[in-house]
């Protein structure tokens, strides 16, 4: 049995849960009560985090409006009111026939890390989530993209944290998602550009993570799209799957 | 009203300003020098404009936008009056901006702007501290440059917007070290209070205490190590702040 964190809901403290595992269902947990976002601190997405986004980009990354490869880790906030929970529906655009699925492993952390070499960095871990960073497509990442990444729902996260200790090795991890069941992408952490460690040390030097706030380690390229009606999972080894289905917009979340 | 949050001998504080003195929710009266001060209400999602002010925009040869350009600030970026604000050693260009902040009051969504100012708490002062040796062209500006521990000082006061009658008319100034630097007035806004409110609230659900930083006019001066700045704007009063050394922090 693998130790996790959730909050069941009706229930603001997270606690405890128990996962097992078996070759039919995948990891579960030992509660059947319905859970809520693990999650309350701030969210920080990491773009261009996967060699393959990079590769991509390729001689672009050296023309307008970019001009040079980037140096310092680019980090972007997914806020409040972007979280949702495993299971609970992904309001859809009005303005779009489409939303991008960004399949990101989640660190999450147990104590302020301000300033910390990549071997300190890993006494900092909590745990970690699935968190699928939703936005609606958008051509380039010269500006922020709030009005495409921070809409209501937008950051589905869960459905619980594994913890550090019982988690795989967060830099060998393999990434699945599935849209209606289909597998759509599958991607490892084998190809981030900063490993786990490396990404918390060079952002701590500028950026202090609080007790509860989330790193995403980056999405990889050629993110799947998802339409209206779709339901959408992301699975990682070892931590589980995160499934939400996309709903019109008015009847989406606070 | 002009409410703030402190912390008294230990303990945290909501407090009004009670002339030159704060009176605490018991009614005890506390020297404003006896204090140190948070940032007015704990920031819910906090929002940024880039390039909202003509005349900055053109200071920094850019055309003001079409439309908003507005990023994000996480937890770790506030400070309190009188806070102190980290420069590292190796930066050449850091510079103050001093910006109306407006604190949201209750949740809403597709605000119309003629409407919007029903969602407004009050109002306060940040400095918005860019650091522009760390800019690079992804998100521009990335949280490198405006995310940074310590870079946002907020405050003194959540200034209740019945306070003030016209945001769109209020004069903003800065100094460093008793010399004026930065000069301008709300009514400069590209994009005005009303139409940020409208215009963020159209893709996302607005909350109580999140902020909206509006931009910051002509006048950019950069500081250093030691600079006495404050951030100033009419009816608002005065935000202390100084910069010291990142050699303290290693």
Not at chain 1, 203 to 211: G, H, K
Not at chain 1, 245 to 252: C, L, N, Q, R
Not at chain 2, 99 to 114: D, F, M, T, W, Y
């Amino acid at each position: 049995m693998a130790k996790a964190y959730g909050r069941i809901q009706g229930n603001a403290q997270v606690q405890n849960l128990w996962l097992q595992s078996s070759s039919y269902t995948g990891i579960f947990a030992t509660t059947t009560a319905p859970l809520d976002c693990p999650v309350e601190g701030c969210v920080y997405g990491t773009a261009l985090n996967y060699q393959g986004e990079l590769a991509k980009l390729g001689p672009k990354l050296h023309e307008k409006p970019y001009l040079a490869p980037p140096k310092a880790p680019i980090l972007y906030i997914k806020p409040k009111n972007t979280l949702i929970a495993h299971e609970t529906p992904i309001p859809f655009p009005e303005d779009s026939n489409y939303l991008e699925v960004g399949a990101a492993l989640g660190i999450v952390f147990k104590e302020q890390v301000t300033n910390v070499s990549p071997s300190e960095a890993w006494e900092k871990i909590l745990g970690f989530t699935i968190v699928n960073d939703l936005c609606v497509p958008h051509d380039n990442i010269h500006r922020p993209a709030v009005k495409y990444n921070a809409r209501d729902g937008y950051c589905p996260i869960g459905p619980w944290i594994v913890d550090r200790d019982d988690a795989p090795n967060p830099d060998s991890v393999a990434i699945r998602v599935y849209v209606n069941d289909e597998l759509q992408q599958t991607s490892n952490t084998k190809q981030l550009v900063r490993n786990v460690r490396q990404l918390i040390s060079d952002v701590s030097t500028f950026l202090s993570f609080n007790p509860g706030d989330v790193l995403l380690v980056g999405t990889p390229e050629n993110r799947p799209l998802i339409q209206h009606g779709d339901t959408v999972s992301i699975e990682i080894e070892g931590i589980g799957m995160l499934t939400n289905t996309t709903a019109v917009s008015k009847e989406g979340v606070q | 009203m002009k409410r703030a949050r402190i912390v008294v001998d230990g303990a945290i504080h909501e407090a009004v300003e009670y002339g030159e003195q704060l009176q605490l929710l018991n009614g005890r009266l506390v020297a404003k020098s006896d204090v140190q001060w948070l940032p007015p209400v704990v920031p819910g999602t906090v929002f940024a404009l880039g390039l909202n002010y003509a005349d900055h925009a053109k200071e920094l040869s850019f055309q003001a936008p079409e439309e908003p350009l507005v990023f994000l600030k996480g937890p770790n970026t506030f400070v309190g009056h009188h806070g102190k604000t980290v420069r590292p050693d190796e930066a050449k260009h850091m510079h103050y901006e001093c910006e109306l902040a407006v604190i949201i009051g209750k949740q809403g969504k597709n605000i119309p702007r003629s409407e919007a100012f029903d969602y407004v708490a009050g109002y306060t002062i940040a400095n918005d501290y860019a650091i522009r040796d760390y800019l690079e062209n992804y998100y521009r500006p990335n949280l490198r440059v405006k995310s940074r521990d310590t870079c946002t000082p907020i405050g003194p006061y959540l200034v209740d917007a019945s306070d003030i009658p016209d945001p769109m008319n209020l004069t903003l100034k800065t100094t460093v070290n008793g010399t004026v630097t930065q000069t301008g007035t709300t009514e400069d806004m590209v994009f005005s209070v009303p139409v940020l409110i409208e215009y963020l609230s159209s893709f996302m659900t607005l909350n109580k205490n999140d902020i909206i930083l509006t931009g910051t006019p002509e006048g950019l001066a950069k500081v250093y190590e030691g600079d006495q700045v404050i951030t100033e704007i009419e009816g608002l009063g005065q935000l202390h702040n100084t910069i010291i050394s990142d050699r303290l922090e290693r």
